[in-house]
């Protein structure tokens, strides 16, 4: 079963952040995490990770809680092409997906 | 670099044949991962493999499958006989795991298997 709760959709209008939230109440602590999105018809692929530290890189940013119980994946400025599901993991020898959120991007 | 190589993209066969998968992993990563996605259960781990091991096999369905990595560049996964439950999109995905601390997964783009 996977360790993250997700919600299952989210809405945003285009050029607006983005805030994709996860919690991960059960992290270890050697635990990263991990975000992946899933275009249509394509493989996920790979977002972002951190351990403890918020996180950023030319997709996004990660802001992870002071008790690692939770983050949140920030696209500052959505566009269509931001439309996929996002799938928040916790990494360790083997990734397990949840069902993740599926992110709607309005023009 | 070329990315993780899966074929066929798209298999459509009877209730019965035996159908193979085939990955190539990136040059360099030393774990893979094969996964199945549906709509009804979503994405569900399989099998993978570290330094061509088979570690945890405790997703693969049923005897009907099965899973191989011979070396480092190459890794399949049969089905024998297939059957309609198993159409699915099928990815292959490597990562490279040093110093204790797991890597980022890269998948291939799916194999999309249909059995009538």
């Known amino acids: 079963d996977a360790k993250t709760t997700q919600p299952n959709s989210m809405e945003s209008n285009e050029e607006e952040p983005v805030h994709l939230p996860c919690n991960h109440s059960t992290i270890s602590g050697t635990d990263y995490i991990h975000w992946y999105r899933q275009l249509p018809s394509q493989g996920p692929e790979y977002v972002i990770h951190?351990?403890?530290s918020n996180v950023n890189n030319r997709m996004a940013s990660l802001a992870i809680a002071e008790d690692r119980k939770s983050s949140t994946l920030i696209l500052h400025r959505a566009t269509l092409r931001d439309a996929a599901v996002y799938y928040c993991i916790l990494r360790d020898d083997k990734i397990i997906f949840g069902k993740g959120t599926r992110l709607h991007i309005l023009p | 670099d070329a990315g993780v190589i899966q074929s066929p993209r798209h298999e459509v066969t009877e209730m019965g044949q035996e159908v193979t998968l085939r990955c190539k992993p990136i040059?360099?990563?030393?774990?893979l991962f094969w996964y199945r996605q549906t709509m009804m259960r979503g994405l569900e781990l399989l099998i993978y493999f570290n330094n061509n091991v088979p570690i945890d096999d405790s997703g693969m369905p049923e005897d009907r499958f099965s899973a191989k990595m011979p070396n480092a560049s190459f890794s399949t996964l049969k089905i024998q006989p297939s059957e309609p439950r198993d159409s699915a999109v099928y990815f292959c995905a490597s990562s490279l795991a040093r110093q204790g601390r797991a890597g980022e997964l890269f998948f291939g783009e799916g194999s999309r298997l249909t059995v009538l």
């Open positions: 951190g351990l403890t």
């Open positions: 040059s360099g990563h030393n774990s």
